[in-house]
């Protein structure tokens, strides 16, 4: 697929320039029954029908676990040497475009109706899963108020409402600020995140489902998904709309 007939051309990775042309496709789509990544008419649908089928899936194989990518859907390298917190993980897309701007759109050009898609996508995966409560991974307090909201809160009281499984707000915290992972090297995002959540509810023998927008190292879910288990969780299952693969 040329995308440079339908959208433009954009970089995975924002430019500042691309951030200018992603605002106005943004602004673009929020006129009625329009395309959140192209504008074309789209009436019932967050995205036309070409722009849906181009979101580039998480296909298999991959790791049980992680879901990062492996050769015959073994556990990968880094889940055999430190298996992590979390039980797995479940990822509608690869991080890539054009999924990252979609999340792009809702984290950063406040469109909730993302949120609502995405949840609608992840009670799909999900199916007849059962979950005793869904938890977002918080924001630190400065963070949140920097942003306006927390896009994970919102993906999982949509998908809560979907899947009837209660949603818990208050009693899982992030209560230290840190650097954005992002800005940081892969091997010092664990060491970054050590000791930032705190929780104050018991979830003895508890399935946790546990949402998050990207799933990158892994390691902030990791540390969130450490703390839950500290507090009787009887599983940690992580759903996120992209995953970054490593290679």
């Known amino acids: 697929m040329d995308y440079r007939g339908r959208f433009g051309w954009m970089s995975i990775l924002p430019q500042p320039d691309g951030l200018k042309r992603l605002g106005r496709k943004i602004l673009n789509a929020t006129l009625p029954g329009s395309c959140l990544l192209c504008g074309a008419d789209s009436p019932a649908a967050l995205l036309c029908l070409p722009c849906a089928e181009d979101l580039p899936d998480l296909t298999s194989p991959h790791c049980p676990i992680c879901a990062d990518q492996t050769t015959h859907g073994e556990r990968c390298g880094a889940c055999l040497r430190d298996a992590p917190h979390f039980d797995r993980a479940i990822a509608l897309f690869r991080y890539d475009f054009p999924a990252d701007r979609i999340i792009h759109a809702l984290k950063y050009g406040h469109q909730l109706a993302v949120a609502a898609w995405s949840a609608g996508k992840l009670a799909e995966r999900i199916g007849a899963e059962r979950h005793d409560c869904i938890i977002p991974l918080p924001l630190h307090p400065e963070r949140l108020g920097e942003r ?30 840190t650097p954005p992972q992002a800005d940081l090297p892969y091997k010092a995002r664990h060491k970054n995140v050590r000791g930032a959540f705190e929780c104050r509810a018991d979830f003895s023998g508890q399935r946790l489902l546990l949402i998050d927008d990207v ?33």
Request: charged share 20%; with cysteine; hydrophobic share 50%.
């Open 148 to 177: 306006g909201f927390n896009q994970s809160a919102e993906i999982a009281k949509a998908l809560g409402h979907r899947l009837h499984v209660p949603v818990e707000l208050k009693h899982v915290l992030r209560t230290r600020a």
């Open 215 to 247: 799933l990158t190292t892994g390691a902030t879910a990791n540390e969130c998904a450490r703390v839950l288990k500290l507090h009787g969780a009887a599983s940690v299952t992580i759903a996120v709309i992209a995953r970054a693969l490593k290679h």
